[in-house]
Nanobody, 117 residues
Framework: QVQLVESGGGLVQPGGSLKLSCAAS????????MGWYRQAPGKQRELVAT???????NYADSVKGRFTISRDNAKNTVYLQMNSLKPEDTAVYYC???????????WGQGTQVTVSS
């Protein structure tokens, strides 16, 4: 069974940093486009950042300059470095993978990020 397991979430003060990880099993992420979404309470899920199989990145305007997505195909893991965190970044963060040709999608269970003083 394919699994995407997120880790690294937690409680952080405004202005702080967190690094999320998404470890994949039973798929080889080198042939997947990967990304992170987030969902805050009472809001729709929104795209945070994507990284293509060729490591081309894209970010939501709200996180540009603060978040960095990266991938390590050897470790089958995708990362999201989050700096200068704001209370409005509070959400459950989900990792996803989309196969290059079949467009099959996989999602993780999510990790909670809370930014509060």
């Amino acid at each position: 069974q394919v699994q995407l397991v997120e880790s690294g979430g937690g409680l952080v003060q405004p202005g702080g940093s967190l690094k999320l990880s998404c470890a994949a099993s039973r798929i080889t992420i080198s042939i997947y486009n990967m990304g992170w979404y987030r969902q805050a309470p009472g809001k729709q899920r929104e795209l945070v950042a994507t990284i293509s199989y060729a490591s081309i990145t894209n970010y939501a305007d709200s996180v540009k300059g603060r978040f960095t997505i990266s991938r390590d195909n050897a470790k089958n893991t995708v990362y999201l470095q989050m700096n200068s965190l704001k209370p409005e970044d509070t959400a459950v963060y989900y990792c996803y993978a989309v196969h290059l040709s079949t467009r099959t999608e996989y999602w993780g269970q999510g990790t909670q990020v809370t930014v509060s003083s």
